[in-house]
């Protein structure tokens, strides 16, 4: 699986993004897809995810009621909506694939994702 993500940008705080990120190859599967990020200096972050068993969304609690993550499987794309945009979200935002069948448990790790993609800067000026 091969995963794209765009739709980063500059934002000034309280705006809102929506970043995409397209799965290409062999995407008959279904996954759980996440969102993490990485800011300048600190460790890479889980943001949200969206589990393969369907309609189970899951946060971070800094972006609770902020953020809400989506996929249309139909296009095999996932979409982080941004809105209420703070200069802390700064970061660089990748999304990644963790193979179904994983305990929920896993789905905040970073090391259990086996595909992600190259990552979109998201920038907030305040």
């Known amino acids: 699986v091969q995963l794209q993500a765009f739709g ?7 705006g809102s993004l929506r970043l995409s990120c397209a799965a ?10 996440g969102w993490f990020r990485q ?4 460790e890479r972050e889980f943001v ?6 369907g309609g189970s ?9 902020r953020f809400t993550i989506s996929r249309d499987s139909a296009k095999n794309t996932v979409f982080l909506q941004m809105d209420s945009l ?4 700064t970061a660089v935002y990748y999304c990644a694939a963790q193979s179904r069948g994983k305990i929920l448990s896993t789905l905040r790790l970073s090391a259990e ?14």
């Open 86 to 89: 703070k200069p802390e979200d």
């Open 57 to 65: 969304a899951f946060y971070a609690d800094s972006v609770k009621g």
């Open 8 to 14: 980063g940008g500059l934002m000034q705080a309280g």
């Open 113 to 126: 994702y086996d595909h992600w993609g190259q990552g979109t800067l998201v920038t907030v000026s305040s």
């Open 39 to 42: 800011a300048p200096g600190k």
């Open 24 to 33: 290409s190859g062999r995407t008959g599967s279904r996954y759980t897809m």
């Open 48 to 53: 949200a995810a969206d589990r393969w068993t």
